[in-house]
């Protein structure tokens, strides 16, 4: 098992919906959670932080972590087209003391 | 304004020849990062440094060298580039840890001939 898996995508809404991006962890990812957005070519650009179980809503972006079934999501409601991009789910290695990333699911939402 | 500055943006080189890829951050951050990013394999951890001195290797530090002889430099060393090194870099900084958000460079595309 990868210690953070995503759907690559891509996850299509239309315009107004909510997004819904699903990570899911290994046990040896264990704590600090993340939600990377990144723009093609661009860098990543932090866009939720969740360090314990339940939610976490940040304006339009909602985190939701949930340590006994090893997952963590992310909710975007009111969907815009410029919330079409790749987002990254990362978690903390405490053994290896290193921060893993997912590979990325590419959300496009259509006008 | 706060921010990890990378430089070069872009390269395009030749194998064996020495390069260096460097990053500065103005946040006074102690910890400091570089990854890789490649299709399909997301972001990797080349190394990382906890403090002035202080590195460590992270999952693919084949091939490169760093350096940290001031809180606010982390340099990366290609000291003999293979075309298996064309990537897009970024260097990344946190206040103390891999546990805090991590503010990113804009990258640096590497393209080894």
């Known amino acids: 098992q990868k210690e953070v898996e995503q759907n690559s995508g891509p996850l299509s809404v239309p315009e107004g919906a909510i997004a819904s991006l699903n990570c899911t962890y290994s046990?040896?990812?264990?704590?600090?959670f993340f939600w990377y957005r990144q723009y093609s070519g661009k860098s990543p650009e932090l866009i939720m932080s969740?360090?314990?179980?339940g939610d976490k809503e940040d304006g339009r972006f909602t985190a939701q972590l949930n340590k006994a079934s090893q997952y963590v999501s992310l909710l975007i409601r009111d969907s815009q087209p410029s919330d079409s991009a790749t987002y990254l789910c990362a978690g903390g290695d405490t053994g290896f003391q290193k921060l893993v990333f997912g590979t990325g699911t590419r959300l496009l939402v259509s006008p | 304004e706060a921010q990890v500055t990378q430089n070069p943006r872009y390269l395009i080189t030749v194998t064996g020849k020495k390069l260096t890829v460097t990053c500065s951050q103005n946040m006074n951050h102690e910890y400091m990062s570089w990854y890789r990013q490649d299709p399909g394999l997301g972001l990797r951890q080349i190394y990382y440094?906890?403090?002035?001195?202080?590195?460590d290797k992270g999952d693919v530090p084949e091939g490169y060298k760093v350096s940290r002889k001031e809180k606010r430099n982390f340099p990366l060393i290609l000291e003999s580039p293979s075309p298996n090194q064309t990537s897009l870099y970024f260097c990344?900084?946190?206040?103390?840890?891999?546990?805090?958000?991590?503010?990113f460079g804009d990258g640096t595309r590497l393209s080894i001939l």
């Open positions: 046990d040896r990812v264990s704590q600090s």
């Open positions: 990344a900084s946190s206040w103390t840890g891999f546990d805090q958000p991590q503010h």
């Open positions: 440094s906890m403090n002035v001195e202080v590195t």
């Open positions: 969740i360090y314990s179980n």
